[in-house]
């Protein structure tokens, strides 16, 4: 009975799925895995095989074997024979048995092509010629001409496309820049009820993870409208390390939300938070000392007091000016200055005269061999 089955099912099978006969073609260098079950269809291949139709007679589709064995059954037993045949066929005609097995013929497939032997393709690699260089079918575009001196070089082109960039920002400068002064303002000083200055960073169109930092500045000082002195002494012990005593600046940067305006937003509701906080006067921290570990100070030195010019020490200057003056003419008035030039001729007309010609002498003497070397023995 297991046996009459198994063969129904295989009959089921075969009437159900055919494999139609595939293009043979050549050996590629990679073997490409199907990403469906579906069949690939070719042009020149021939229709689709139509399934075949189970036959109408029962008693036709029966193996020999299996119709002996169906005429030895009684009759409530050939009824559960038919039945069960009836859903094994319904079962293997059904779209999900039909997409299962064409998978499973697809991947044996597969697997017999990539064990078989792939045969090795040398696929020449076209070199990219100069007017195909940036473009995006550079292999495509194949090779540059052959130069018949009808054109310039490389060099010669890339000297043209340089000159052709300065004459763009050129015309940049003479037309396009000018009418910039239309949009200029005149610069406004911010006003006191506006103390918070922001800054921004910009890469001029380019996208940067730094650009959307905001750092926030404000001096407490210029929140003497809203706080009271304790109240700001309040405010620079919340703020902590942002805060700079040597400019009474408090300084705040925000980067965690993706835009500008969001960080910008988020610093002014945490200012906003911490003037109400200062307010508070339930606990005004009065036993929290201020701690300033955090500035490094720095001694600038200042040009002394002492030093600078005054009127009372411009006329003093003046005055030893004119003294040493007078003094200088009343020592030249009596010959007490002393004249290098006649003081250069007095010694040289004291000097004694020596004779020339013994002193030529001595020279050439000390100038010969034996010369040198009694003057190397002295000399040791």
């Known amino acids: 009975m297991a046996t009459s089955l198994n063969r129904l099912g295989y009959s089921a099978l075969r009437s159900t799925y055919r494999v139609r006969p595939r293009k043979t073609t050549q050996p590629t260098l990679f073997s490409p895995r199907p990403f469906h079950t579906s069949f690939t269809r070719y042009d020149d291949a021939p229709p689709d095989i139509p399934k075949s139709a189970p036959p109408t007679d029962f008693m036709a589709s029966l193996h020999p074997d299996d119709r002996t064995l169906y005429d030895s059954l009684s009759p409530p037993e050939r009824e ?3 039945r069960t045949a009836q859903m094994l066929s319904e079962h293997m005609s ?36 100069l007017m195909a260089m940036g473009e995006m079918d550079e292999q495509e575009s194949g090779e540059d001409e052959e130069f018949e001196g009808d054109d310039m070089t490389s060099l010669a082109h890339g000297d043209l496309e340089q000159h052709r960039e300065i004459r763009e920002y050129a015309r940049i400068a ?99 938070v911490l003037i109400a906080e200062a ?36 006329d003093q200057l003046e005055a030893d000016r004119v003294r040493r003056s007078l003094a200088e003419r009343e020592r030249m008035e009596n010959g007490m200055l002393v004249d290098g030039m006649k003081t250069i001729e007095a010694a040289i007309r004291a000097a004694p005269v020596v004779d020339d010609s013994k002193v030529l002498l001595d020279a050439q003497w000390w100038k010969g061999a034996k010369g040198k070397g009694r003057l190397k023995r002295g000399l040791r």
Request: charged share 30%; aromatic share 10%.
């Open 279 to 314: 307010k508070n006067e339930e606990d005004m921290f009065e036993d929290v000392p201020v701690d300033f570990r955090h500035v490094k100070w720095k001694n600038k030195p200042r040009f002394p007091e002492e030093w600078k010019m005054t009127a009372q020490k411009r």
């Open 80 to 82: 559960d024979f038919e």
């Open 174 to 272: 003479a037309w396009e820049m000018p009418l910039l002064s239309k949009l200029a303002k005149p610069f406004v000083p911010p006003a006191e009820d506006a103390p918070l200055r922001f800054r921004y960073t910009t890469y001029m169109g380019e996208t940067h993870p730094a650009s959307k930092k905001v750092v926030l500045e404000f001096c407490p000082s210029d929140l003497s409208s809203q706080l009271t002195p304790q109240q700001r002494l309040k405010l620079i012990k919340l703020v902590g390390v942002r805060y700079n005593p040597q400019k009474d600046l408090v300084k705040m940067s925000s980067e965690m939300f993706e835009s500008q305006a969001q960080n910008k937003r988020y610093l002014g509701d945490l200012v906003d």
């Open 94 to 129: 059904s779209p999900r048995v039909e997409s299962k097995l064409a998978a499973a013929v697809s991947n044996a497939a597969y697997e017999l092509a990539s064990e078989a032997p792939q045969a090795h393709v040398n696929v020449p690699i076209i070199k990219p010629g």
